[in-house]
């Protein structure tokens, strides 16, 4: 975390990896596990599709997280 003066800047959330999985038990789809780390926090997922679309998934879910970030921040 980045201090200057009062207001404290935390680090955004980012994608870390995104790397083909194995399917759950029951599943054919492919399936891509997910890290996003923001500092020392860290979100790990798993989701069905090619890489692409998880790759757009991903994205967007880190996209929502540091606008959320934001929001707190500025209130």
Same mark, same amino acid.
């Given at each position: 975390? $980045? /201090?200057? =003066? %009062?207001?404290? $800047?935390? +680090? &955004?959330?980012?994608?870390?990896?995104? $790397?083909? @999985? &194995?399917? &759950?038990? =029951?599943?054919?789809?492919?399936? *891509?596990?997910?890290?996003?780390? +923001?500092?020392?926090? %860290?979100?790990? !997922?798993?989701? @069905? !599709? +090619? *890489? @692409?679309?998880?790759?757009? +998934? $991903?994205?967007?879910?880190?996209?929502?997280?540091?606008?959320?970030?934001? !929001?707190?921040?500025? /209130?």
């Amino acid at each position: 975390m $980045v /201090k200057f =003066g %009062t207001l404290s $800047v935390e +680090q &955004p959330f980012r994608i870390e990896e995104i $790397v083909r @999985a &194995p399917a &759950p038990d =029951g599943s054919n789809a492919v399936w *891509h596990r997910y890290v996003i780390s +923001q500092s020392s926090n %860290t979100i790990c !997922g798993l989701r @069905a !599709g +090619q *890489h @692409a679309d998880v790759l757009s +998934q $991903v994205e967007a879910m880190v996209e929502r997280l540091n606008l959320r970030r934001m !929001g707190r921040r500025f /209130k």
